[in-house]
C-alpha cells in the first residue's frame, strides 16, 4: 500500500488533503470529517451531479458523519452525525456547543464541495 508523504521527511498522510491549500484550517478540517470513510469522494460527486436540496445535502452530512468521529490534524475537531449533524473545531466534547450546526454547515460544506 502506498502513502502520500507530506512535506516533512519521515511523516505520512493518513488524511485526504483539500486541493484548495488557501482554505482556512476550520475549512480543511471539515473537509476531512466530510471524507473520513472509504468512498466519500465518490458520493459527494454524484451528489454535486444531483443539484442536491439542503434536505439532501444535510443527509449526506449526517451520513459521512456517522454516529461520532474526529481527529486530530491538521487541529483538533470532531463530528456527529444524525437528524442534526454537528462539527466541533477545536473541541471533542459533545456537550459543548457546536462550532458548526443547521445551515450554517449546510452552506459551508455547499462552498467547500462546490455543491
Request: aromatic share 0%.
Given at each position: 500500500m502506498s502513502r502520500k508523504k507530506h512535506r516533512c521527511q519521515g511523516q505520512i498522510s493518513l488524511f485526504p488533503t483539500p486541493s484548495l491549500p488557501e482554505r482556512s484550517i476550520l475549512e480543511q478540517c471539515l473537509y476531512q470529517s466530510l471524507h473520513s470513510?472509504?468512498?466519500?469522494?465518490e458520493r459527494w460527486e454524484k451528489i454535486r451531479a444531483l443539484q442536491p436540496t439542503d434536505a439532501q445535502v444535510k443527509r449526506a452530512i449526517a451520513y459521512e458523519f456517522g454516529i461520532y468521529g474526529g481527529s486530530t490534524s491538521p487541529q483538533t475537531h470532531?463530528?456527529?452525525g444524525g437528524a442534526n449533524p454537528k462539527f466541533w473545531m477545536d473541541d471533542v466534547n459533545l456537550y459543548n456547543p457546536p462550532t458548526l450546526t443547521g445551515?450554517?454547515?449546510?452552506d459551508l460544506v455547499r462552498e467547500i464541495l462546490d455543491l
Open positions: 470513510t472509504a468512498g466519500a469522494k470532531a463530528h456527529a445551515q450554517a454547515l449546510i
